[in-house]
C-alpha cells in the first residue's frame, strides 16, 4: 500500500510539473509575478463553482489581514494565536516565541492562508515536539501549506465552519527556473511532505487532494474528509457537548 501511495504521488508530481510551466509560460510577460515562490503568498481562490466541495462559510478575517506577515499573540488560558501569511522566516519567530512563552502554550490557533512550505514544516514539527495542541476556529482559515502546520498538533481540533483548504504547493529559492529544476524542486517537496504527514500520523489521501488541485484553486475538506483522513482528533463541538453532559 506505502508502494501504491508514492507511485500516485510521483504521478501527480508530474502532472504538478505541467500545471506549473504552463502557469508560467502563461504568465512570463507579466512583470514582477513568479508563480514558482512562495514568499508572498495571497489569499488562495475557491475551487471553480464549488466542486467538489464549496467552502462552508466566507472567512471571518478580511483578505488584507491575511496577507500580512505571519502574528503571534499569546491569548488567555495557554492559546497562542498565529495569524497571517506564513512568510519567510515565520519558523524562526515562532521558535522565538515558543522559547519565550513555551511553558504557557497549550494550543496553537492558526488563521492563515498559507505561504511557505519550509516554514511551515518547521512550525508543525516543533509543534509535536513540545506536545502543543493545534486548533482552527468557526470561520477562521487555514489553507494551502498552513493545514501541515495543523497537522502537528498532538491533538487537532477544527470548530464547525471552520475553513480548511489544500492545493499544490511547491517551495522554490530562485525566480524562474528551468522545466528541469522545477521538477526536482516540486519531487523533493512532494517527498518531505508525504513524508511529514505520514510522520504526523495524517491519511495518506490527504495530499493527493492537494496534488490534484491547481494551485489557483482549493480543495475544501468536508468534516467527514478531515475525520476520515485523520487531520482531526476530536471535534471541538464535540467536546463542548461532553461538557455540558
Known sequence: MRG??????????????IDLRELSLQTADLPGHDPMTTD???????????????????????PDVLRQPM????????VMKAEGSIDLGAADRFAKEIEARGEYVKSVSLNSPGGSVADALAMSK????????????????????????????????????AI????????AGEQRPSPERAMSS??????????????????????????????DRLYYLTPEEMKAFKLVTEPVATAKQAARK
Open 4 to 17: 501504491a501511495f508514492f507511485g500516485l504521488l510521483a504521478a501527480a508530481s508530474a502532472f504538478l510539473i
Open 40 to 62: 508572498a503568498p495571497v489569499l488562495p481562490p475557491a475551487l471553480t463553482d464549488g466542486v467538489p466541495n464549496a467552502p462552508p462559510v466566507d472567512p471571518e478575517t478580511s
Open 71 to 78: 502574528r503571534f499573540e499569546l491569548l488567555p488560558g495557554g
Open 126 to 161: 516543533l509543534i509535536r515536539d513540545k506536545g502543543v495542541n493545534t486548533h482552527v476556529a468557526a470561520k477562521a482559515l487555514c489553507a494551502s501549506s498552513c493545514p501541515l502546520i495543523f497537522a502537528g498538533g498532538v491533538a487537532r481540533e477544527a470548530e464547525e465552519n
Open 164 to 171: 480548511i483548504g489544500v492545493h499544490q504547493v511547491f517551495n
Open 186 to 215: 516540486a519531487q523533493s517537496t512532494t517527498a518531505r511532505i508525504a513524508r511529514h504527514l505520514e510522520e504526523m500520523g495524517i491519511g495518506n489521501g490527504l495530499w493527493l487532494h492537494a496534488l490534484e488541485t491547481p494551485p
